[in-house]
Nanobody, 117 residues
Framework: QVQVKESGGGLVQPGGSLRISCAASGDSRDAMGWYRQAPGGQRELVASITRDGTTTYAESVKGRFTISGDSVLNTAFLFMNSLKPEDTAVYYC?????????????WGQGTQVTVSS
């Protein structure tokens, strides 16, 4: 089992910056990442990072968002710059591991990010 908890969401003005954090505990993780879901929308990938530091970003956030994590993926951060109103969403952290070759994904409860003047 893996426990996942996000923190650091809030209200920020357009063009501003925000950092959200994700803490994971329990069984060792192979990857962590962030998805987001806007009102009325589907959950979409934002960014992910593997234990060896490989990162993946959605096209909509490339060049603006940066994901980082420690070497054992106890914590992952999402640094968000040049925020736009369309970045408003609930951001969900996930942690991945394998058990018996089966991929398992654990989710946090989510943290609200609102970009508005």
């Amino acid at each position: 089992q893996v426990q996942v908890k996000e923190s650091g969401g809030g209200l920020v003005q357009p063009g501003g910056s925000l950092r959200i954090s994700c803490a994971a505990s329990g069984d060792s993780r192979d990857a962590m990442g962030w998805y987001r879901q806007a009102p009325g929308g589907q959950r979409e990938l934002v960014a992910s990072i593997t234990r060896d530091g490989t990162t993946t970003y959605a096209e909509s956030v490339k060049g603006r968002f940066t994901i980082s994590g420690d070497s054992v993926l106890n914590t992952a951060f999402l640094f968000m710059n040049s925020l736009k109103p369309e970045d408003t969403a609930v951001y969900y952290c996930h942690a991945d591991r394998k058990s018996g070759g089966m991929p398992l994904r654990y989710w946090g409860q989510g943290t609200q990010v609102t970009v508005s003047s």
